[in-house]
């Protein structure tokens, strides 16, 4: 694929952005205490909010509510509202409310269930009464997590709880490299031990990006999606018929972008994150970025 080159069946209109966070606009350590923005990041978000363009910052972090992490972004400098920042948990609370869930046990930090309680949802963790006794098992972000915490999920999925899990990636990046997810590891016990089928509330479900796209007022073949993994943003992205756009400052170098197959290949590889502006076409712009674009990479 040569510099900047974008792929065939690309719309003609981009209304909206969701960015991932992690490898994407910046990097933080392994212990998510300290960030690092990545270039380009703050004018990208500074230009869409000028712009009129609705964005949103789509993670599969789940330590912190979203109006925390919305928050600490920032205090590092990015331009981000409360409501624009959207976790797995946010899509959880959504779903679960829908599916009629009432009680949940939680494995995580007490920031994963934060959204569920907002939402009306009852949560419970490993060791309190009736911990087992739920109608779900919700996995999130939870690096102290035991084998009391897997016990208590399994007894409450054979009483027939339903899983639903904030992420199944096995990595995502940080400034030391690739991190382990915690959530993937845990899930795979669980799954390992009771065989339970699980709803992903996280990228790459087309369900996160559904709610994104409502939250936004945007279709989801309208937006772009800008995320450093092939199995993640880009999967999604290509799964719900929305542009796919790839970053090379995260999991993903430039030379592996080239070699994902058709389901995982980005319609454009951006060499600086401020590319992704010369996509996306504001509410009083009649013109079509996209093509562009195209015409540029050729």
């Known amino acids: 694929m040569r510099r900047g080159a974008a792929r065939a069946n690309v719309p003609a209109t981009v209304r909206g952005v969701v960015f991932d966070v992690d490898g994407t606009l910046l990097l933080t350590d392994r212990s998510l205490s300290a960030y690092e923005v990545l270039p380009g990041a703050i004018e990208v978000l500074g230009t869409l909010k000028e712009r009129g363009v609705p964005f949103a910052l789509l993670t599969n972090g789940s330590a912190h509510p979203p109006a925390e992490q919305a928050a600490k972004l920032r205090a590092a400098g990015l331009p981000v509202d409360d409501g624009q920042m959207l976790t797995p948990s946010s899509i959880a609370a959504d779903l679960m409310v829908r599916h009629g869930i009432r009680r949940a046990l939680v494995l995580g930090l ?111 073949r309208s937006l772009a999606v800008v995320g450093d993994d092939p199995l993640v943003e880009i999967l999604m992205a290509r799964r719900a018929g929305a542009t796919a756009l790839a970053v090379t400052t995260g999991t993903t170098r430039r030379e592996e972008w080239v070699r994902q197959s058709p389901s995982r290949r980005p319609h454009a590889i951006l060499s600086d994150l401020r590319e992704v502006l010369g996509w996306v076409t504001g509410p009083d712009d009649h013109t079509q970025p996209a093509r562009r674009a195209r015409r540029r990479a050729s």
């Not at 963790?125 to 098992?137: I, K, L």
């Open 110 to 220: 007490p920031g994963v269930g934060h959204a569920l309680r907002e939402a009306g949802i009852e949560t419970v963790y490993t060791g309190e009464p009736g911990a087992t006794s739920v109608e779900c098992v919700f996995v999130g972000w939870h690096p102290q997590c035991g084998m009391e915490d897997i016990e208590a999920a399994c007894r409450a999925i054979w009483s027939g709880a339903r899983l639903y899990v904030a992420s199944d990636v096995p990595f995502f990046a940080t400034k030391q490299g690739r991190t382990i997810g915690y959530s993937f590891a845990i899930t795979a016990a669980i799954r390992r031990l009771t065989r339970a089928p699980m709803t992903l509330t996280g990228k790459p479900s087309v369900s996160a990006l559904r709610f994104v796209a409502k939250r936004l007022g945007v279709p989801m």
